[in-house]
């Protein structure tokens, strides 16, 4: 079983709506990543956390350290936020990052 | 951006012949890593380092080899590719171990 498991692995959706994709992990861990990669590669690094919550622009991710769970939500979702969502979490008991295989989105205009 | 820089950023070759991509950094960052990603599977660490001439395996490393004589350069060789290292490639950084790494833009590597 994957360690870091993510949903939907594929999600269509039209602009504007309210985007929620989900990670949840089986193991220990002191930090959470969020990563987004764009058609064409390159993997960026949105937010890293270990608790509550976090916000930038129009992207927010929360985690809930006793329920093993991260939601990112995407909110008035655009043409341009389409790409790779990576979840990925530094193992405690080895300090490893373990990244979960990803959640495809495709914002149609 | 973070000054992270692979080369080549894209190979062909055929099975048997020994292949090196390079990951070079501007930032004096003491972790680096290299991944590949497949389809189907997540980004997964081939090997990682944690200072010049410190280096360690990760999850998927046979096949592969490191090297790291320079803070700024990290090489990764493939002493004879096979056709189940066709993947892409991708080098990371982070200071310290374990926060936030920075990507670089990734080798497309085909063995054919």
């Known amino acids: 079983k994957n360690e870091v498991e993510q949903s939907p692995q594929n999600l269509t959706a039209q602009e504007g709506e309210f985007i929620t994709i989900n990670c949840s992990y089986s193991?220990?861990?002191?930090?959470l990543h969020w990563l987004q990669q764009h058609p064409g590669g390159g993997i960026v690094s949105l937010f890293m956390l270990s608790s509550g919550k976090k916000k930038h622009g129009r992207l927010i991710a929360t985690i809930n350290i006793q329920e093993k769970h991260s939601s990112l939500h995407i909110t008035a979702s655009h043409p341009r936020d389409s790409a790779v969502y990576i979840c990925a979490v530094r193992r405690t008991r080895d300090d490893k990052i373990i990244f979960g295989k990803g959640t495809r989105l495709h914002i149609l205009p | 951006d973070a000054g992270i820089t692979q080369s080549p950023r894209h190979k062909v070759t055929e099975t048997g012949t020994p292949v090196t991509l390079r990951c070079h950094q501007t930032?004096?960052?003491?972790?680096m890593y290299w991944y590949r990603q497949d389809p189907g599977h997540g980004l997964r660490l081939i090997h990682y380092?944690?200072?010049?001439?410190?280096?360690d395996k990760g999850e998927v490393s046979d096949g592969y080899s490191v090297s790291r004589s320079k803070t700024e350069d990290f090489l990764l060789t493939l002493e004879s590719a096979t056709s189940s290292q066709t993947s892409v490639y991708f080098c990371a950084i982070s200071e310290p171990q374990g926060s936030e790494q920075f990507f670089g833009p990734g080798t497309r590597l085909t063995v054919l």
């Open positions: 193991v220990g861990i002191s930090a």
């Open positions: 930032e004096n960052h003491r972790y």
């Open positions: 380092s944690y200072g010049v001439k410190d280096t």
